[in-house]
């Protein structure tokens, strides 16, 4: 590092800059932005700086630099364009007790001007020492686009706050206080104004005094499919209650807006920068919260104990004696099979039904493809579209019939549900051609309701004679 980053403090100090073009105009609208006073020294300075001037934004000296023009500027700016003129200006600065950078000219400068992402008084700073400003614009780029433009005036709140937020414990309570403000009930308020923001820091204050006596607990919630209307009525008051939610990637949008307003919301499926949490890292948020005494919501999709993974958060829950609870969810399976109107089970069919997935941890999964074979038997294969050709390969291999019914419910009970009826043998190619990008659920053996009664040429393993149930 050639470079140290520092804030440096210039309010009511000098900068000095000489030119007046176009170099000049864009480090002004920077140094503008700041509270030191600045003079320029130019001659014919461009309009804006002119106009800059007569507000009494800026001084305006219309010549060149001379010795002692830079007494007590704390920064300095070469922008002249003209590196003899340049060199000339910064040799006075120097002399003169300032510290000098010349435009475009990282070699002569004694400090570089970063990229800068603006949410005053938080200030992004970003330097690449010259080496690559393609990058450093393209991380800013970034950064705008990700830091919501509200960040300043909630910092700006929330440091009227600070005496306020000094009832709570020193250390952890405290900072949770402020995470709990800037990611959660802060962003999620100033749309409606500066009052509702101070109201919504009370109430995060009053709940955070509070939360001291309380202990942490950690209820495992099963979402449902997608439809809000189908979160069971402890989904909902788990969520309602909520201080902290950790969802997956599959919770729908409609369902995390349920969650109490000031809650902090924690997207543990992310993909966006980099790879998504790893599930030790989501066991140890889960429990940091928990312990910090929050009342944690894990949000898993359709029903918590259907390969979600649950076994690994529990036994880390339990290790640290802290209190759980499962809120059971309606599985994807249930939502699916009413989206084509049929039973998971049915007399003189399938006495049995089985959730597979199509895919663990090593690879393809291994099932029992000999039982699952015989007729009339039913399976709803869950994360089983990239493995649709190796599971028709098994079962055709152990003696299924290639007219078998499969169904593939997309998106089941969203708006975007779509439903793809097919059989064994013609899975692999109606998968390809249907191109699902939603969560999908394949029914072995299960066709929808219409096409079993559409489609008389394929015989079906549904004993019609034999229904009443
Ligand atoms: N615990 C979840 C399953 C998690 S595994 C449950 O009980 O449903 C993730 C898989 O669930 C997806 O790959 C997909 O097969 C299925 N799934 C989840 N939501 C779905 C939906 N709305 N429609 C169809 N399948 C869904």
Redesign the pocket.
Known sequence: MDHFPIFLRVEGRRIVLSGGGDAALAKLRLLLKTTAHITVFARGAAPEIQAWAEEGKLRLVERGMAPGDALCAALFYAADEDDAEDARTSAIARADGALVNVVDNLEDSQFITPAIVDRDPVTVAIGTEGAAPVLARAIKADLEERLPAALGPLARIGKTFRKAADALPFGRARRDFWRDYYFGAGPKTIRNGEVAVQEALDTLLADHLDRKARPGHVHFV?AG??DPDLLTMKARRALDEADVVIHDR?ISQPILELARREAIMIDAGKEGFGPSMSQTEINALIVHHARSGAQVVRL?????T???RLDEEIDAVSAERISWDIVPGI??AS??VAAIGQSLTKRERNSSVRFLTGHDMKGFADHDWAALARPGEVAAI???KKSARFIQGRLMMHGADRHTPVTV??????PEERILATTLDALPAALAAAEMTG???TFYGLAPRDAAQARPDIDFPVPHAKEAF
Request: cysteine-free.
């Open positions: 099963g499919p997608g599959l898993k999709s359709g029903d918590a259907v390969f979600g599985t994807s939502a699916a869950y994360m089983g419910v997309e998106n089941a009970s969203r969560p999908a659920l």
